[in-house]
């Protein structure tokens, strides 16, 4: 999954383990399963973004799954949003430590970012039922795009429970991918809903900007 970018990786699972817990971005309880459970969960799900995407990862937290993927695929052009000082302060330190030179933080929500930075990719792991994490993502998308929402087994009932509100929203297809099949006990599972936003959004000028 890493090749040559494995110590990476490995740092990856012990800042996680280290300052991770002690910032409660992740639970003591999970630090065994970190491998399998979060960082190799994340990663698996590199194989929907094409060569050279530009990405936004809403809600990082932890920086799953945005920083997973930026180790696995350097090619990639990944951006963090998250709102807590204290967690976007963790994550610049944590992709400084790794060197990662195709990441960037941005502290704010999401709905505070539009007009600031765009991309073609939205992804989220654990953040909002599927028609609210919709409405923050949708705003973000460079022009038509698509949202990769990471979820469980809930995935189709989300999608059936909450299809009215994606239509509105400008929804032309919606997917369901599994990944990871050869490496993970359980593929980890997403939803990939693509948009075609009806009404261009002020500031969209300004799109593909960056905010270090």
């Known amino acids: 999954m890493f090749g040559d970018r494995m110590p990476s990786a490995i740092r990856f699972v012990e800042i996680l ?13 999970e630090v065994p399963r970190l491998w399998e459970r979060h960082v190799l969960n994340c990663a698996v799900i590199e194989d929907a973004f094409p060569q050279d995407a530009r990405l936004i990862d809403v809600g990082s937290g932890a920086g799953l799954p945005g920083v997973a993927l930026a180790i696995a695929r ?16 963790w994550l610049t330190a944590t992709v400084t430590d790794l060197g990662l030179d195709n990441v960037t933080v941005h502290r704010g929500r999401a709905e505070e970012l539009v007009g600031v930075v765009s991309a073609p990719w939205v992804t989220a792991r654990a953040v909002a ?25 809930s995935a189709q009932e989300e999608l059936d429970a909450d299809r009215r509100d994606l239509t509105k929203l400008g929804l032309v297809e919606a997917v369901i991918s599994e ?8 593929p980890t599972l997403t939803l990939d809903l693509s948009f075609e936003p009806k009404v261009r959004r002020a500031g969209s000028s300004r799109k593909g900007s960056r905010k270090r």
């Open 74 to 89: 350097p090619d990639l052009d990944v951006h963090l949003v998250e709102p807590m000082q204290r967690r976007t302060e």
């Open 17 to 29: 383990a280290d300052t991770g817990v002690s910032h409660g971005l992740i639970g003591p309880r």
């Open 179 to 186: 990944h990871g099949g050869s490496v993970l006990e359980e």
């Open 129 to 153: 039922r599927t028609a609210k994490l919709a409405r923050w993502c949708v705003p973000l998308l460079d022009g038509r795009g698509t949202v990769v929402a990471m979820k469980g087994r």
